[in-house]
């Protein structure tokens, strides 16, 4: 068993990175995850790939999911997929969603990025999907 498995409410950091000021669906997508029993650290907006990152080794979090509308995803979620891997939390579930276009998930999934949700997702599909793979991440695929 490693050091990063553990019971209990499953902690989950919710991220803005960049200049993306719009963080509504962030809030959303925060309360509902909070509402369903996980422990949810919302980073606010204007965050950097490192201040993320530092989020997530602080709450020792299960769950990295990061909100972006600016189309400035791909390189914020390059840049974490290396901040994960050099921090030896390859077993984080690493989460995007908001206004990504559907050609650019294969690449996110590329940088580490494990599932992308697009507008409209239901936040009962996201809670589902964090019950079922956080903590079971599979490092292999890292």
């Known amino acids: 068993m490693d050091m990063h498995q553990r019971s209990?409410?499953?902690?989950?950091?919710?991220?803005?990175?960049?200049?993306?000021?719009?963080?509504?669906?962030?809030?959303?997508v925060a309360r509902a995850l909070r509402d369903s029993g996980m422990e949810v650290v919302y980073t606010g907006i204007y965050q950097?790939?490192?201040s993320i990152m530092r989020a997530v080794i602080?709450?020792?979090?299960?769950?990295?999911?990061l909100s972006s509308l600016s189309g400035a995803h791909l390189e914020y979620a390059?840049?974490?997929g290396e901040l994960l891997r050099a921090n030896d939390r390859t077993d984080v579930l690493f989460l995007a969603g908001?206004?990504?276009?559907?050609?650019?998930?294969?690449?996110?999934?590329?940088?580490?990025?494990?599932?992308?949700?697009?507008?409209?997702?239901?936040?009962?599909?996201?809670?589902?999907?964090?019950?079922?793979?956080a903590r079971n991440v599979d490092v292999r695929n890292s």
């Open 8 to 28: 209990g409410p499953l902690k989950v950091v919710v991220a803005k990175p960049g200049l993306d000021g719009h963080d509504r669906g962030a809030k959303v």
């Open 78 to 80: 390059m840049e974490l």
């Open 48 to 50: 950097t790939p490192n």
């Open 58 to 65: 602080q709450e020792d979090a299960d769950v990295l999911g």
């Open 98 to 133: 908001g206004t990504i276009p559907p050609e650019d998930a294969q690449t996110l999934k590329s940088y580490g990025v494990h599932e992308v949700f697009g507008p409209g997702t239901p936040t009962s599909t996201l809670v589902s999907y964090i019950n079922e793979n």
